[in-house]
């Protein structure tokens, strides 16, 4: 009995289960009544753009890509629509200039749908505020960039690119941004020159990539060439020659103190390069100086710079421009009048750190002899002048001897 119970119910619930179909299958096919449907995330797709162009002008922002419709129509004709079907034609090709426009989509339904037995619920969820901006051009640099890694003894070089620069296309804010466009290549451990189709990315000034989904580039890839050789490092020499102080009071140092030649199989890599001889004569003070870099002959230089500065640093010696006020003149010619014009010597001063520092300019006395003045009436001439220190100033010595004092002299 209960069996034939539990057959009964499943029957029934069959029937009724038929039955609510077969219902909705009439009042679908045969009555047809309205209804109402939410069409979500229909896609916005944007048409003349290339009318637009023709203009000098582009679409940069679409204030809505996807975009949610309610319709009403016939229950039988909203079952036909869906996301996938059923889209959105926003026509720009009448706008004649930059801004900001509110246009109304165009609905597109699928080929076997009545338009007639479909209505929108509110138009306004049509209404869609593109932005226009006038299209400029700009020519940047292309700078090419190894980012990988060399085997030990191995040095990348100057990464050269096919194509110098690249021609942009796009709103005029985008572009002034943009600085440069970079392609780079890599590599781990590598060993041989590179040669490898890169991508371009735009960079700023600050070295940021720049957002270039509205800039259209002349060209979107280039080919970059990386030479990579097998180097040695070579330190570099001088030699020093003694002038008017003894070299024991310099230190010096080479910057740079190395370079990077290339081997060859066929060529000794040498041990040191010699910059040649520097003279300290005429050098008193902490003092910087170039000297070429010349290689041996066969010898190939890796980015070698054309000077290395040699920087000479005095060891507590130091020299000083000091006045001499204190001028005497000796064996003035009798019977002529003397108008001395040089009222003040300016001599150079050297030696120990401390006492040319401490040295005042009334320990320094010039003398000049004018036994042999020319007595010509009304002449102005030049005589040497001697300078001396006075006082306890052993370990400081007056630079030169080409002082010189101007005097007029007169009957």
């Known amino acids: 009995m209960k069996g034939n119970k539990k057959g009964r119910r499943a029957l029934n619930a069959a029937f009724a289960l038929i039955l609510a179909v077969a219902l909705w299958l009439y009042v679908i096919n045969v009555e047809n009544p309205s209804g109402r449907a939410h069409l979500r995330d229909l896609k916005v797709i944007v048409q003349g753009q290339s009318q637009l162009e023709e203009k000098g002008l582009m679409v940069t922002a679409v204030s809505q890509k996807e975009v949610d419709l309610r319709v009403t129509g016939r229950k039988k004709t909203l079952m036909k629509l869906s996301a996938k079907n059923v889209s959105l034609l926003l026509d720009v090709s009448s706008i004649e200039e930059e801004g900001e426009w509110p246009l109304n989509c165009r609905t597109s339904f699928p080929a076997n749908v009545n338009t007639d037995n479909v209505t929108l619920s509110d138009w306004e969820d049509l209404q869609v505020t593109v932005t226009v901006q006038r299209v400029e051009e700009k020519t940047v640099p292309i700078r090419g960039e190894f980012i990988g890694t060399t085997q030990t003894g191995y040095m990348t070089g100057e990464v050269v690119t096919e194509a110098d620069s690249v021609v942009l296309t796009g709103p005029a804010d985008v572009l002034e941004e943009i600085d440069y466009a970079q392609a780079q290549v890599g590599g781990d451990s590598v060993s041989e020159a590179l040669r490898e189709e890169a991508s371009l990315v735009l960079v700023n000034t600050s070295g940021?990539?720049?957002?270039?989904?509205?800039?259209?580039?002349?060209?979107?890839?280039?080919?970059?060439?990386?030479?990579?050789e097998k180097v040695s490092i070579v330190p570099l020499e001088v030699n020093i020659q003694d002038g008017t102080l003894s070299q024991d009071v310099f230190r010096w140092t080479i910057e740079p103190s190395y370079i990077t030649v290339v081997e060859d199989p066929e060529k000794e890599v040498p041990e040191s390069i010699s910059l040649g001889t520097l003279d300290l004569g005429g050098i008193y003070n902490d003092t910087d100086c170039g000297l070429p870099i010349q290689l041996p002959e066969g010898i190939r230089g890796w980015n070698v710079p054309a000077y290395a500065t040699v920087h000479l640093t005095t060891n507590r010696y130091s020299a000083r421009l000091v006045p001499v006020e204190e001028i005497t003149l000796v064996n003035v010619p009798k019977g002529y009048h003397i108008d001395q014009l040089t009222q003040e010597l300016f001599?150079?001063?050297?030696?120990d750190v401390r006492q040319v520092t401490a040295l005042e300019p009334d320990r320094l006395s010039a003398v000049v002899d004018l036994s042999q003045a020319d007595r010509k009436d009304e002449t102005i001439q030049r005589f040497p002048a001697s300078v001396s220190i006075r006082g306890a100033y052993n370990n400081v010595d007056v630079l030169g001897s080409?002082?010189?004092v101007a005097v007029r002299l007169s009957k």
């Open 402 to 404: 080409r002082y010189s």
């Open 347 to 351: 001599v150079w001063v050297w030696g």
């Open 208 to 228: 940021a990539a720049v957002d270039g989904r509205d800039i259209t580039c002349s060209l979107n890839h280039v080919r970059v060439m990386v030479p990579v």
